[in-house]
């Protein structure tokens, strides 16, 4: 079978691999690496990817679409919280243990819980960034919190962070887990041992959070 990826050339010394979310493999590679060796590399790695690509939890766990109506459930920071509809004029979510939103809002009420997730998103995700940076002791330059598609968090060769907002509805370890996977790649760019040393020095239960993504990362596709 035929292995179709795309390379990205940047700054970077090594050769990485990763398949993302919708399949696609991604190939980053230093700017003067040869195509040729990097196909071999590519071949090396066969049956990596193909398991990572029929990997049905990564790529099929995604809930039925909710309906806006009292008595549903939305999920927060790993766990789920009624939903209760207000009479008000004016448009508004609350969090109080439940979530109250105004019955004027319900025609619209995705894009403000999403308005609302995104804002908990920079508030929550920012300053723990900031936190472990300095527990690890790497500087980043800018910090975005956006919608990025088949992935929660990525780096870039100018130190800059993007994180997924869907981030939000995942437990706090997991969103630890996150970041501080971020930032130990501005030490060492592969999963090497090393790395993962980094990492569990920092979030002991980073094994824990990799498997809550792999069996519930679905449940943060949808938009609430």
Same mark, same amino acid.
């Given at each position: 079978?035929?292995?179709?990826?795309?390379?990205?050339?940047?700054?970077?010394?090594?050769?990485?691999?990763?398949?993302?979310?919708?399949r696609?493999?991604?190939?980053?590679?230093?700017?003067?690496?040869d195509?040729?060796?990097?196909?071999?590399?590519?071949?090396?790695?066969?049956l990596?990817i193909?398991?990572? #690509?029929?990997?049905?939890?990564?790529?099929?766990?995604?809930?039925?679409?909710?309906?806006?109506?009292?008595?549903?459930?939305?999920?927060?920071?790993?766990?789920?919280?009624?939903?209760?509809?207000?009479t008000?004029?004016?448009? +508004?979510?609350?969090?109080?243990g439940?979530?109250?939103?105004?019955?004027?809002?319900?025609?619209?009420?995705?894009?403000?819980?999403?308005?609302?997730?995104k804002k908990?998103?920079?508030?929550?995700? #920012?300053?723990?960034?900031k936190? +472990?940076?300095?527990?690890?002791?790497?500087?980043?330059?800018?910090?975005?919190i956006?919608?990025?598609?088949?992935?929660?968090?990525?780096?870039?060769?100018?130190?800059?962070?993007?994180?997924?907002?869907?981030?939000?509805?995942?437990?706090?370890?997991?969103?630890?887990?996150?970041?501080?996977?971020e #930032?130990?790649?501005? #030490?060492?760019?592969? +999963?090497?041992?090393?790395?993962?040393?980094?990492?569990e020095?920092?979030v002991?239960?980073?094994?824990?959070?990799?498997?809550?993504?792999?069996? +519930?990362?679905?449940?943060?596709?949808?938009?609430?």
């Amino acid at each position: 079978m035929q292995i179709n990826y795309k390379i990205k050339y940047s700054d970077r010394k090594t050769v990485t691999i990763t398949v993302e979310r919708d399949r696609s493999i991604i190939v980053k590679a230093p700017k003067d690496a040869d195509p040729a060796k990097i196909d071999q590399i590519v071949e090396t790695k066969k049956l990596w990817i193909y398991k990572k #690509l029929n990997d049905t939890h990564k790529y099929n766990l995604v809930e039925p679409t909710k309906e806006f109506v009292a008595g549903e459930t939305v999920l927060y920071l790993g766990k789920k919280y009624r939903l209760e509809i207000e009479t008000s004029e004016n448009e +508004h979510i609350k969090f109080a243990g439940k979530f109250i939103i105004a019955a004027v809002s319900a025609e619209r009420a995705s894009s403000v819980f999403i308005q609302w997730y995104k804002k908990q998103a920079v508030e929550k995700i #920012l300053p723990r960034v900031k936190k +472990h940076a300095l527990n690890i002791g790497v500087q980043y330059n800018k910090v975005f919190i956006s919608d990025i598609k088949y992935r929660w968090g990525s780096c870039t060769p100018k130190d800059n962070l993007n994180f997924n907002w869907k981030l939000i509805k995942a437990p706090m370890f997991v969103i630890d887990y996150v970041i501080v996977h971020e #930032l130990a790649h501005f #030490l060492e760019s592969n +999963h090497t041992p090393k790395f993962w040393n980094i990492v569990e020095v920092q979030v002991p239960k980073y094994l824990k959070a990799k498997e809550w993504l792999k069996e +519930h990362g679905g449940l943060l596709e949808t938009d609430f």
